[in-house]
């Protein structure tokens, strides 16, 4: 039997309120039929194999995001717009219907991150190659790659901030049709990016040598010349490589990431080739590879400029932001901020403490984690997904609980399924080719000593990132900072207990598979309790500067 029906919604005022009387919403629901209050009109048809529900939604709530100069004069007279939402259930059951319903959903995410996976891989994928080249020639300057790519790419992550304020004020200005506020954001944010660079390309030129030194101890002290080489060329793309950030995010805002992507794909091939002609041919070594990776991020951040100069912006426009401006940048920015340093923190004390484990080790060590930073960023996507699509259905004015559940339910699968591929594939590459990144035995014999909490780390990876994601779009901002802090805390605590209990380089890898195992419970437990964000209808705790992100 084929039914119809028509739900036709009373005034807008009644989009927010709080339903008391209905049931609580369960995480993976089973139906998508909106539970606003409805008048009904049920007409029978004849027979069919495929039931139809076809929902009829008459909102004049549509005004609140349309230009005046798009609404009809019949609006005014009493006709109202109509939008249209068909639920096909295939068969007689409605699980079948779910499944469909989610592997569309997935097939769909799949092909938004697609693209911007590449943004996310560029990054690591430079210094994951510098680690192969320069792992062919000296152990001691691949032992020195690990403090100095940490103060080179982790601390580049820091300021990702900046990346999370563009896309979300470019987005919202987008969505106003309002050009010239883009253009301001982009020329306030540029300023803010350029000033940023500038500190940390004075910072690695007057401390870099002090920082590599306390960083690394006096055991490793052998190591600092060549990371200091390394850092002090790679400290001149500061600028750079904040600028492109900036101008990278503001595409990705205007829903571009093939621009980006061609930028960055650019940028690593020069890399690639900077390496080998510098360090395999010219024998430059690990200044060889700095120059090369300096080079490649200079040439990404300049195409990407270009980017956004066809698109009809001038991004060399900069322009000196108010205070209040700043303090609406650092404001959403903040969460992100907390989190990156938190990470970045429990990383580099992973690599201080392999330092003192002696070269091997610490040559081990920067394989290892060089090659997770390369497949943890392949889940970054997916929280960009959850940002980007969330916040319209947990607080937007067409709220609907029960499609973000099914949306996190996807990016969840996703991120299992992507989790354990990556875990299995990086790890057979790993254990049976060791020697694309080193020939040296003792090397690789540490190597094997961490498969297992390789695997174990980074399989829960790109899971928690879809839930971590899911948060920040729910601007569920004051507990992500504090679980993310909490477990700094509590898994630094861990790792120099293990440190000091002589339990080596795979005990500290325990250390990080406790991390990120914590932090997937944390945020799974609070996002079904019935206080998270995608069971409450309680609105209160999302201000008004926080709707800016939808």
Not at 81 to 104: F, K, M, N, P
Not at 491 to 500: D, T, V, Y
Request: glycine share 8%.
């Amino acid at each position: 039997m084929q039914s119809r029906i028509l739900i036709a919604r009373p005034p807008c005022t009644h989009l927010f309120q709080n339903h008391t009387h209905q049931r609580p919403l369960s995480l993976f629901p089973r139906f998508k039929i909106s539970l606003f209050p409805s008048n009904l009109l049920i007409t029978s048809a004849p027979k069919a194999r495929r039931n139809c529900i076809k929902t009829a939604c008459i909102s004049p709530a549509r005004e609140l995001f349309e230009k005046d100069s798009e609404i009809s004069d019949e609006s005014d007279s009493g006709t109202v717009s109509v939008s249209e939402q068909v639920l096909e259930v295939e068969g007689d059951g409605a699980g079948s219907g779910d499944r469909q319903t989610i592997w569309h959903q997935m097939k769909e995410i799949v092909k938004f991150t697609g693209p911007a996976t590449g943004l996310w891989i560029c990054g690591p994928l430079m210094s994951l190659i510098d680690t192969a080249v320069i792992g062919q020639g000296s152990s001691i300057e691949l032992a020195a790659l690990g403090p100095a790519t940490v103060m080179c790419d982790s601390l580049s992550y820091v300021f990702m901030f900046l990346s999370i304020a563009t896309s979300n004020m470019v987005a919202t200005s987008l969505a106003k049709k309002d050009k010239n506020e883009v253009q301001h954001h982009i020329s306030n944010l540029l300023f803010v990016g350029l000033t940023c660079g500038c500190l940390m390309l004075l910072f690695t030129k007057f401390f870099g040598s002090w920082a590599l030194t306390a960083f690394t101890g006096p055991k490793s002290a052998h190591v600092i010349p060549a990371a200091n080489t390394y850092v002090q060329i790679r400290g001149l793309a500061w600028p750079a490589v904040l600028i492109g950030w900036v101008t990278q995010s503001a595409s990705l805002g205007m829903k571009d990431s093939w621009g980006p992507l061609k930028a960055l794909a650019v940028a690593s091939a020069v890399n690639a080739v900077g390496d080998i002609v510098l360090c395999s041919f010219l024998g430059y070594g690990i200044a060889g590879a700095a120059w090369a990776t300096a080079a490649s991020q200079v040439i990404a951040g300049y195409m990407m400029i270009e980017s956004l100069n066809k698109k009809g912006y001038d991004a060399f426009a900069i322009s000196v932001p108010s205070l209040e401006e700043l303090r609406t940048v650092f404001g959403l920015a903040a969460p992100v901020f907390v989190t990156m340093i938190s990470k970045v923190a429990f990383f580099s004390l992973i690599t201080y403490l392999a330092t003192s484990m002696g070269t091997y080790s610490m040559a081990a060590h920067q394989v290892m984690v060089q090659t997770f930073f390369m497949c943890t960023v392949w889940g970054e996507p997916l929280s960009q997904t959850a940002q980007s699509f969330m916040p319209e259905l947990i607080y937007g004015v067409r709220r609907n609980l029960e499609k973000a559940q099914m949306l996190l339910k996807s990016l969840v699968i996703i991120g299992a399924i992507l989790g354990l591929l990556l875990g299995i594939v990086s790890t057979s590459v790993l254990l049976w080719f060791p020697k694309i990144f080193t020939h040296d035995q003792s090397v690789i014999q540490e190597m094997h000593k961490v498969m297992i909490p390789f695997f174990l780390a980074l399989a829960v990876t790109p899971p928690t990132l879809s839930l971590e994601g899911t948060l920040l779009a729910g601007r569920d901002l004051k507990f992500i900072s504090l679980s993310m802090s909490g477990c700094l805390c509590v898994g630094a605590l861990l790792l120099l207990l293990i440190s000091s209990r002589g339990y080596g380089l795979s005990g500290c890898w325990f250390g990080l598979v406790g991390f990120q195992w914590a932090r997937f419970f944390l945020s799974l437990q609070r996002l079904l309790s019935s206080n998270g964000v995608l069971h409450s209808d309680d609105l209160s705790q999302v201000k008004l500067e926080k709707l800016r992100a939808a």
